[in-house]
DNA sequence: AGCCTATACATAGATAATCTATATATCACG
DNA sequence: CGTGATATATAGATTATCTATGTATAGGCT
């Protein structure tokens, strides 16, 4: 990370998951999303962005495909697979495994 | 990352600080204590332990001193410093400001 | 005596995830 | 006609983690 990262390293793959739960969206709604949803707090740059859609496609989790927006611009929008979904179940969970013992140390050291 | 990392990225210098805030520790003892304290789940490696710590040092949170343990081996002991103190808080806020951030995007997603 | 496990520190090199910077292109607005 | 927002993408730098390896000693077991 070049200095202070605008996100928690490790977890940009699942928030991009998450997002396509509802509905697919292209990645500069998805940076969009994750920005608005966290209040300002997180942000997506582009050069971490693209390639992890590169990678979420790669494994399956997610599927591309070109088209038209509202506003008549070309864009690739993402929706996740039914892998995708699965491996969002399995990150939450890890996730929250990894929160709850970081909040131990905390809490007990 | 190698596979699947034993820690969340970017948490290690907090934990570390954090287990230093009762007493001094040697590098061994701090891992121990995180293993202990998280109940198994976060596991820090020796090649992240100590150039960390070596990290650390040169940001002046911690200072170090040899000394002999309980069992008369010879160790380095890991003191926070106040400016360490100082950090703790700073990476504390810091974190809870991105966890919270990342729990309003999975729960508005 | 010899062996193994746990304790204790340290470094080299691989891997991966993020960032910064750059490039392209189009639309809407002033 | 320029600027800002929308939209995608890649190259290269930085950094944090991991795996693997090496050294050394204490204590217990056979």
């Given at each position: 990370?070049?200095?202070?990262?605008?996100?928690?390293?490790?977890?940009?793959?699942?928030?991009?998951?998450?997002?396509?739960?509802?509905?697919?969206?292209?990645?500069?709604?998805?940076?969009?999303?994750?920005?608005?949803?966290s209040?300002?707090?997180?942000?997506?740059?582009?050069?971490?962005?693209?390639?992890?859609?590169?990678?979420?496609?790669?494994?399956?989790?997610v599927?591309?495909?070109?088209?038209?927006?509202?506003?008549?611009?070309?864009?690739?929008?993402?929706?996740?697979?039914?892998?995708?979904?699965?491996?969002?179940?399995?990150?939450?969970?890890?996730?929250?495994?990894?929160?709850?013992?970081?909040?131990?140390?905390?809490?007990?050291?």
């Amino acid at each position: 990370m070049a200095n202070k990262p605008d996100l928690l390293p490790g977890t940009l793959d699942m928030l991009i998951l998450k997002t396509l739960t509802r509905a697919p969206l292209h990645g500069y709604g998805i940076a969009q999303a994750i920005k608005q949803l966290s209040d300002e707090v997180l942000t997506v740059e582009e050069g971490s962005l693209y390639p992890a859609l590169q990678r979420l496609l790669l494994q399956g989790w997610v599927k591309a495909e070109w088209k038209m927006t509202e506003t008549n611009r070309r864009a690739r929008y993402y929706t996740l697979t039914s892998a995708g979904r699965k491996q969002l179940g399995i990150e939450l969970s890890e996730f929250e495994q990894m929160i709850a013992a970081i909040s131990r140390v905390l809490q007990n050291a």
